[in-house]
């Protein structure tokens, strides 16, 4: 039997170093982007005449009732995804939420998805979207009241024994 060449023994190594470092990744995502979430939502619950003002002037309905959702998913989801707890349940209410902001309040941006890059990459809503979704593909990581809570369960699936971790980190 041929051993593996250079070429293959680095890509092994280096994936390796990538699987461990994947969960650090996902506790730095959730502990940074909860935390913006958190200040923001609490920023919005400070003073509700604002988001409710801004709202009113993108024409959402039920402003104010939107400005105190939002505030709360912000301010209360941005807690939870920081320890990591209710991540797959609140990752796709975040994200929804953040493609409603873009659409709404950034919209030239948006929409210059493919015409202007940086602008897209540029706006607000994209660094939390695009968090939030790699935090949707790749679980919250290891280091999470998820992994803690969901640990037993995935254990104990044949399922898992057959397709893995579901990921780097993930759960």
């Not at 959730?30 to 003073?47: E, F, I, M």
């Not at 807690?79 to 209410?93: A, D, E, S």
Request: charged share 15%.
């Amino acid at each position: 039997m041929k051993s593996p060449s250079l070429l293959h023994r680095l890509h092994g190594a280096l994936t390796t170093a990538g699987r461990c470092f994947a969960p650090l990744l996902l506790l730095f995502i959730r502990l940074y982007w909860g935390w913006q979430y958190h200040v923001t939502g609490q920023g919005k619950l400070s003073d509700l005449s604002h988001p409710t003002q801004f709202f009113a002037s993108l024409h959402i309905p039920a402003p104010h009732l939107n400005a105190i959702v939002v505030s709360v998913t912000e301010c209360f989801g941005g807690l939870l995804l920081m320890v990591g707890l209710g991540t797959r349940f609140l990752v796709p209410i975040f994200i929804v939420e953040m493609l409603i902001a873009f659409i709404t309040a950034d919209r030239a941006s948006f929409l210059a998805i493919f015409s202007d890059p940086d602008k897209f990459t540029g706006a607000a809503p994209f660094l939390f979207l695009a968090s939030f979704l790699v935090l949707f593909a790749f679980g919250p990581g290891v280091f999470s009241l998820d992994a803690l809570i969901f640990k037993r369960e995935r254990q104990s699936s044949p399922r898992a024994d057959r397709e893995g971790s579901g990921g780097p980190g993930g759960i």
